[in-house]
């Protein structure tokens, strides 16, 4: 069930230590109004974690509302034993009770809204590059990548790529030529926006500038980019964090420049794993600079000496890291910078997270925590058997 979309987009919890991109809300809030979850019918039964292959769930296939009547088909079979034979209204009560919570109608709306603004968009707009809209790889590609991901191994990947500092990989992606039909569509599409007056939203609370992408008709194609370019990839470097299990994403394009945005603050990213890859066109500054993966507890920890990293763009070439690795963007000194990012996301994880209670591995600072206990914990240690030696020296 993708809860992926402006809600969770525009919803940004902002971090302290800058004027984040946002990290996703941990929990779901409950609408205002609703009555606390215990005092709604059947909060105290659970579903089931396995579904029941033996139950026949029942026709919803006249139910009209967000959710598809093969939710609640699917949903039925991890319905509560003592609920499986009751009404169907019950039933549907009950699910429908579940689902809202988990998604509470102040987030339904945006999306509605949401909705509606695309379809303003997709109808009224015409594509300067139709050939953008479906995925063609060998004309979005370079052929060394391509045939590093028909490989798909671990040995593939890393022989078109750097990794300059633990979890940031770098690589040549994308034709000059496919970089060439984004940047102008991106422009025709602007220039639309501009002689309609239409009012569009911006990627991120960051971003005065750019355009998102999946708003004016690539969504498809960047999903297809997502799980046949990138997954793979992901699964391979990033399993920890949901890179095996992607299923969502967010695209836009970024400028920097004269009369565009000039830098971006220290931030982490609304995703799990997120491709950077600098479209053009002339410019000087604008690195891109990385201080340490963080969880939520440690996002505003100090950086370790070693963590320390500034990559410099080159156009076609892509950067690919965690969504918790804290970074940022120099100024772009002179000249324009426009970069394609996707922030890729694991409906699979986020949901894992919330039942997570040890230190997650890929934080720098809980693991540097954990490795001060055990050196603490073997001093200790150590002193004890000396006074049990009668000091002795060993
Ligand atoms: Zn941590």
Redesign the pocket.
Same mark, same amino acid.
Request: charged content about 25%.
């Given at each position: 069930m993708a809860l992926e979309g402006p809600a969770e987009r525009r919803d940004e919890v902002q971090v302290a230590m800058g004027n984040g991109n946002g990290v996703a809300p941990s929990q779901p809030s409950r609408p205002a109004g609703r009555p606390p979850a215990a005092a709604a019918p059947y909060a105290d039964r659970r579903l089931r974690l396995n579904p029941n292959a033996e139950h026949k769930p029942q026709d919803y296939s006249d139910v009209r509302g967000e959710y598809a009547p093969a939710v609640y088909s699917a949903l039925e079979r991890h319905l509560p034993p003592s609920l499986l034979d009751a009404d169907r209204d019950v039933k549907l009560h009950f699910m429908r009770d579940i689902l809202a919570r988990y998604w509470p109608q102040g987030e339904r709306n945006k999306v509605q809204r949401h909705r509606e603004y695309r379809q303003r968009i997709l109808h009224l707009y015409k594509p300067l590059h139709e050939e953008l809209y479906n995925m063609h790889p060998s004309v979005f590609f370079l052929p060394t990548f391509l045939e590093a991901v028909r490989s798909n191994t671990e040995e593939s990947f890393r022989s078109i790529m750097t990794e300059p500092i633990p979890g940031v990989y770098s690589f040549a992606m994308l034709q000059p030529t496919f970089c060439e039909m984004l940047l102008e569509e991106v422009e025709n599409f602007e220039k639309w926006v501009h002689a309609m007056k239409f009012k569009i939203m911006r990627p991120n609370t960051m971003n005065k500038y750019g355009a998102v992408l999946d708003d004016f008709g690539l969504e498809a194609m960047l999903n297809q980019f997502m799980q046949q370019f990138i997954a793979p990839i992901s699964k391979v470097f990033y399993p920890e964090v949901g890179g095996g299990t992607l299923d969502s994403h967010h695209a836009f394009i970024v400028e920097y420049g004269k009369d565009r945005d000039l830098e971006l603050g220290f931030h982490v990213d609304d995703s799990e794993v997120t491709l950077n890859v600098c479209l053009g066109k002339q410019f000087s500054g604008g690195e891109l600079y990385f201080r340490g993966i963080? &969880?939520e507890?440690?996002v505003n920890s100090e950086t370790q000496h070693e963590e320390m990293y500034d990559y410099t763009h080159i156009p076609g070439r892509a950067v690919l890291h965690r969504g918790r690795h804290r970074h940022g963007a120099r100024a772009t000194s002179s000249g324009l910078r426009i970069n394609l990012l996707l922030w890729c996301r694991s409906s699979v994880f986020r949901e894992m997270k919330k039942y997570q209670k040890d230190?997650?591995s890929w &934080?720098g600072? &809980?693991q540097r925590e954990k490795r001060e206990r055990q050196s603490q914990c073997v001093k200790a240690t150590k002193m004890a058997f000396l006074r049990g030696s009668g000091g002795a020296t060993i």
């Amino acid at each position: 069930m993708a809860l992926e979309g402006p809600a969770e987009r525009r919803d940004e919890v902002q971090v302290a230590m800058g004027n984040g991109n946002g990290v996703a809300p941990s929990q779901p809030s409950r609408p205002a109004g609703r009555p606390p979850a215990a005092a709604a019918p059947y909060a105290d039964r659970r579903l089931r974690l396995n579904p029941n292959a033996e139950h026949k769930p029942q026709d919803y296939s006249d139910v009209r509302g967000e959710y598809a009547p093969a939710v609640y088909s699917a949903l039925e079979r991890h319905l509560p034993p003592s609920l499986l034979d009751a009404d169907r209204d019950v039933k549907l009560h009950f699910m429908r009770d579940i689902l809202a919570r988990y998604w509470p109608q102040g987030e339904r709306n945006k999306v509605q809204r949401h909705r509606e603004y695309r379809q303003r968009i997709l109808h009224l707009y015409k594509p300067l590059h139709e050939e953008l809209y479906n995925m063609h790889p060998s004309v979005f590609f370079l052929p060394t990548f391509l045939e590093a991901v028909r490989s798909n191994t671990e040995e593939s990947f890393r022989s078109i790529m750097t990794e300059p500092i633990p979890g940031v990989y770098s690589f040549a992606m994308l034709q000059p030529t496919f970089c060439e039909m984004l940047l102008e569509e991106v422009e025709n599409f602007e220039k639309w926006v501009h002689a309609m007056k239409f009012k569009i939203m911006r990627p991120n609370t960051m971003n005065k500038y750019g355009a998102v992408l999946d708003d004016f008709g690539l969504e498809a194609m960047l999903n297809q980019f997502m799980q046949q370019f990138i997954a793979p990839i992901s699964k391979v470097f990033y399993p920890e964090v949901g890179g095996g299990t992607l299923d969502s994403h967010h695209a836009f394009i970024v400028e920097y420049g004269k009369d565009r945005d000039l830098e971006l603050g220290f931030h982490v990213d609304d995703s799990e794993v997120t491709l950077n890859v600098c479209l053009g066109k002339q410019f000087s500054g604008g690195e891109l600079y990385f201080r340490g993966i963080r &969880c939520e507890n440690h996002v505003n920890s100090e950086t370790q000496h070693e963590e320390m990293y500034d990559y410099t763009h080159i156009p076609g070439r892509a950067v690919l890291h965690r969504g918790r690795h804290r970074h940022g963007a120099r100024a772009t000194s002179s000249g324009l910078r426009i970069n394609l990012l996707l922030w890729c996301r694991s409906s699979v994880f986020r949901e894992m997270k919330k039942y997570q209670k040890d230190f997650p591995s890929w &934080c720098g600072e &809980c693991q540097r925590e954990k490795r001060e206990r055990q050196s603490q914990c073997v001093k200790a240690t150590k002193m004890a058997f000396l006074r049990g030696s009668g000091g002795a020296t060993i």
